[in-house]
């Protein structure tokens, strides 16, 4: 069939080295499951992570906000100017999702496309409009209905976003402004502050969040929070006096700073990533992972994750991961047979067929009993023969 993608081998994870470092804005997830954490490192794995619509939107939607700051702050009022804040925090997030979608159109051709893959063109990216009218409305909160300074500025699409976290400076000083890099002394936790503002009473760190909403985002957006927060007083010997959580589009959380509840949290992730690196010492990887259906649904890690499977987890959300193997193909329907029993799956989704007599791993399926179907969030490996 036309436009039609193979399926890729499913990869071994490799040898990971230890954990010299956390970034801020994985440290909640860390401690839900550290396995997933290592996975996340591993170069091997890296390779085969589809380029997903929230990653281009929520990057998209970072550099706007920065971009628009950039402006406010490099540009004299301009009184006379008319143009409504929202037209021009929609120009600016056009512009950035253009020059990702062309960063990503450049990965594509050199590796080519897997499933999974968000591959339309900006305007036809999932969840886009509801974004684009995020971003808007909360710029037009931030800075006021009428844009009163001038343009944001541009990126070319071969630009870099913003200071590396790596190379953050020792130095104790930490500028003010968005997508501050923040390091601890130790270097064992690091992270990109997306704004760290003096507003007279003293500073506040922001981080914006603007995709999927829940616990989850909260909870993780406040501990990455409240690291910064603790890595600002190791720096600075002051307390930020305010953390705020901006989930577009609702109305920003304030993250209390509690500077004993800080230092636990601190001490606690420290203690786990000691545990952690111990355990990589004895090659143990399996016994690093957390699995449950929380933390493993939304994980895409589970196709290589052996501790899932010995976990038996049943995942959130209706989702269904199956394996074995291909017994018939007609039309997008695959005939699966595993443990005995077949199952039709639908793989329109996926775009990709797998060929008969093939043994095929497909996550995040939809559906009931032995009729699934694959969308977007779906996913399908060749197994190699050491997998069962
Ligand atoms: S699939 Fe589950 S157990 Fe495995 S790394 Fe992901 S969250 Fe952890």
């Excluded at 954990?19 to 290592?38: N, T």
């Excluded at 996975?39 to 939107?57: H, I, K």
């Excluded at 909360?138 to 944001?152: E, K, N, Y």
């Excluded at 109305?251 to 230092?263: D, K, R």
Aim: aromatic share 6%; with cysteine; net charge positive.
């Amino acid at each position: 069939m036309e436009g039609m993608r193979s399926l890729p081998t499913l990869p071994r994870p490799s040898e990971v080295p230890l954990l010299r470092f956390i970034y801020a804005s994985e440290a909640w997830a860390f401690l839900q499951c550290p396995l997933r954490a290592v996975f996340e490192r591993d170069d091997s794995l890296r390779t085969f992570r589809p380029v997903s619509a929230a990653a281009l939107l929520g990057s998209a939607a970072h550099q706007t906000l920065e971009s628009l700051y950039a402006a406010q702050r490099g540009s004299l009022t301009i009184e006379s100017d008319s143009q409504a804040t929202r037209v021009v925090a929609r120009g600016a997030f056009d512009a950035e999702l253009l020059r990702l979608c062309e960063q990503r159109d450049r990965v594509l051709e050199a590796r080519g496309t897997l499933p999974g893959d968000d591959v339309q063109r900006p305007t036809s990216l999932p969840y886009h409009a509801l974004v684009r009218a995020r971003v808007e409305v909360f710029a037009a909160s931030r800075f006021g209905p009428a844009w009163r300074w001038g343009s944001p500025p541009r990126r070319n699409s071969r630009s870099h976003a913003g200071p590396a976290i790596d190379a953050a400076p020792d130095a104790n000083a930490i500028d003010l402004g968005m997508e501050i890099p923040l390091r601890s002394k130790d270097g064992r936790i690091r992270g990109k502050a997306d704004s760290i503002v003096a507003d007279g009473v003293g500073v506040a760190i922001e981080e914006f969040k603007s995709g999927a909403r829940g616990n989850r985002v909260r909870e993780s957006g406040a501990f990455q929070l409240t690291l910064y927060a603790s890595v600002f007083h190791e720096r600075t010997g002051e307390w930020p006096r305010r953390l705020w959580l901006h989930v577009l589009p609702a109305p920003p959380i304030e993250v209390q700073v509690v500077p004993e509840e800080i230092g636990r949290r601190r001490a606690r992730l420290l203690r786990a990533m000691d545990d952690v690196n111990e355990t990589l010492g004895r090659a143990d990887l399996a016994s690093l992972g957390r699995p449950s259906g929380a933390n493993c649904t939304s994980c895409r890690h589970r196709p290589w994750c052996s501790a899932f499977r010995c976990g038996h987890v049943e995942l959130d959300d209706q989702r269904i991961d199956v394996a074995g193997s291909v017994v018939r193909v007609e039309g997008w329907t695959t005939t699966l047979e595993t443990r005995g029993t077949q199952i039709a799956i639908d793989c329109r989704g996926l775009g990709a067929l797998p060929a008969v007599g093939s043994r095929v791993r497909f996550c995040s399926l939809r559906g009931v009993g032995v009729q699934l179907a694959a969308d977007r969030t779906s996913s399908a490996w060749l197994l190699p023969t050491h997998e069962g």
